[in-house]
């Protein structure tokens, strides 16, 4: 079956512009999380969603980033006003229920100029 | 708050040989732990899960893990290793609250001499 798929791939933008990047989850599952992985180190959480619900938004680093999840599939993660900071790889992941494995799509390299 | 140490950054290692790629983690109670493995251009792909039960977890691709509870590690071993497994490895803890969000190591990334 598909996995979890993210558009785009790669996304080069200017500081200071808004950013969306999307996540398509696998059909069915209704536990969603972003991560976000800066060059040479591991992943750090962003949000986790329980269906449309965020009940866990520990990670966002500023209030410059936001996210929604709509229909408990489709995830949209905003970042507003970019800084270079913002450039990594931000990687979505879902498992069926939260305590499950959860699988990662291939993420959306993000390059902040 | 809960860690996730991996000491080695990189690791060298020749095709066929063995390979053991060190896990520590900091975490209060029982924990679920993973490793997953990254190649270049790919996502995560999850090699093994400990939840409970038998501390040695088999993976895919003929990897297996022990989970040590007095030593607080999570070491990931292969008796023999292929080219192919040339990649980054990632040592991650569930955190059991009301998320179980994944803690991460800084990733060990693997080469293979031929």
């Known amino acids: 079956g598909a996995g979890v798929s993210q558009s785009p791939s790669n996304k080069v933008t200017e500081k200071g512009k808004d950013v969306e990047l999307r996540c398509d989850p696998i059909s069915g599952h209704t536990a969603l999380y972003w991560y976000r992985q800066r060059l040479g180190q591991g992943l750090e959480f962003l949000i986790y969603f329980q269906g449309n619900s965020a009940p866990d938004k520990s990670g966002l680093p500023s209030d410059r980033f936001s996210a929604e999840r709509t229909g408990e599939s489709v995830s949209t993660l905003t970042i507003q006003r970019t800084q270079q900071e913002d450039s990594a790889v931000y990687l979505c992941?879902?498992?069926?229920?939260?305590?499950?494995?959860?699988?990662f799509g291939p993420g959306t390299r993000l390059l902040v100029l | 708050a809960q860690s996730v140490t991996q000491p080695d950054i990189h690791i060298t290692v020749s095709e066929g040989a063995s390979l053991e790629l060190r896990c520590n983690y900091s975490?209060?109670?029982?924990?679920?732990l993973f490793w997953y493995v990254q190649s270049p251009g790919q996502g995560l792909q999850l090699l093994l899960k400990?939840?409970?039960?038998?501390?040695l977890v088999q993976g895919i691709k003929g990897f297996e893990a022990e989970f040590k509870r007095s030593q607080s590690s999570f070491n990931l071993r292969k008796p023999s290793v292929h080219w192919s497994d040339a990649a980054e490895y990632f040592c991650?803890?569930?955190?059991?609250?009301?998320?179980?969000?994944?803690?991460f190591g800084s990733g060990t990334r693997l080469l293979v001499r031929p």
């Open positions: 992941a879902s498992s069926l229920v939260m305590q499950e494995t959860q699988y």
């Open positions: 400990y939840f409970s039960g038998d501390t």
């Open positions: 991650a803890v569930g955190q059991m609250d009301s998320s179980y969000k994944l803690i």
């Open positions: 975490y209060g109670a029982t924990p679920y």
